[in-house]
Structures are given as C-alpha cells and as structure tokens.
C-alpha cells in the first residue's frame, strides 16, 4: 500500500522525481526483507533490508552533513555493538554491524534534512527514521538479551509508523510542495550583495 501510495500520489521517471524513485526501491527492497523474514530466512531479510537502507540514505543526500549529529549516532552505536558483539556468530558478527551502521546512517542522514528544513514532510521523515532505529533496537534486544514484554505488537507498530512516515515524505516531490519549498527559501546579503541560499 506504501509502495503504491508513492507512485499514485504523482510519479515520473524523471530527476525531478528522485527522491521519491529511491524512496520506492527502499520500500520494495523492504517489502522483500519482510518475506524473507516471514520465513525465516533472517541473513537474507537482514540483507535486503541493508540495501533499502542504502538507497534511504540515497534519497536523504549527504547536504547538509551534520557530522555532529553523526558522530552522536555513531558512538551510540559502537557501544551497542561492543556489547552483542560476543553474542553474535562468524556471520552475524559481520552483518549485524554493517546492516547497524547502514540504519544508523539512514537515521542520521533524515535527522539532518529536518535540522536543515525543519518542514513538516522532513520531521515527519526523521521521525520515521528514528523509529525504524527503535523497531530494529527492539527486535535485537529481544534476539540477544530479554524478551520485551509486547515486543512483537512495539516492533511492528513502530515499524509500520516509520516505513508510512518515509513514504509520505515523498509527497515533497509533487509541484505545490516544490514550488511552496522554493517560496519560502530566505535570502541574506553579503559582501558582494544579496544572495539567495540553495540547497
């Protein structure tokens, strides 16, 4: 349903439509994650979904960067992998760090879109992202520590919520939101007089 909300909401095989293009190949990259875990072919599902992270950050872009918010993400995430790590498999302890990094990057890379433009398509984006982290959090908690009380209904809610956040962010794609988006860019003076601030 996400996947063809992107494409009805307005699509086109054009640049002007990118973001929501990789939008999309992260949902179906997802969708397919979600199959292979459903028969419980983990690695594979851990797979698919590390590529649908990776063409998240594709879409969110590297500008503005934020490192600060970067580094904060990745010494959360050091210290959360320092402590499974003895927990994990030859296998696992190679995909689980990188399936962390490529969702702690996602995370990042949406945080700074809404610290840049704080809109309500961008918040609603981060939000997600956070979200998709927090779901992903649960679901390690759960595999290596405890089980968490509710933990199926906490991970498929925050789950769902993140992946319709994303989706509906790509309605920044439509003209209005552009157009509304542009409008409102402010403008400074400098020394060689007034410049408009692009993205």
């Not at 402010?186 to 007034?194: M, R």
Request: glycine share 8%; proline share 3%; net charge positive.
């Amino acid at each position: 349903m996400l996947m063809l909300y992107v494409v009805a909401k307005g699509f086109a095989l054009t640049t002007a439509y990118r973001y929501s293009q990789r939008i999309l190949l992260g949902l179906i990259c997802s969708c397919i994650g979600d199959a292979l875990l459903n028969i419980n072919l983990f690695l594979h599902g851990m797979g698919a979904f590390a590529i649908g992270h990776i063409w998240y950050i594709s879409a969110f872009g590297w500008k503005p960067l934020k490192l600060p918010v970067g580094v904060a993400l990745y010494i959360c995430l050091v210290v959360v992998i320092s402590v499974v790590l003895n927990r994990l498999d030859a296998v696992l302890a190679i995909g689980v760090p990188l399936y962390a990094a490529l969702l702690t990057t996602t995370c990042w890379r949406a945080l700074a879109c809404a610290l840049h433009d704080s809109s309500c398509l961008n918040t609603l984006c981060a939000a997600g992202a956070v979200l998709f982290l927090l779901s992903d959090l649960i679901i390690g908690i759960t595999m290596f520590f405890v089980t968490v009380p509710f933990s199926r209904l906490i991970i498929m809610s925050t789950y769902y919520t993140a992946q319709f956040a994303i989706a509906f962010s790509t309605a920044k794609d439509l003209p209005k939101f552009r157009k509304l988006a542009e409008s409102g860019k402010p403008s400074h003076k400098g020394q060689g007089g007034v410049k408009t601030i692009k993205d």
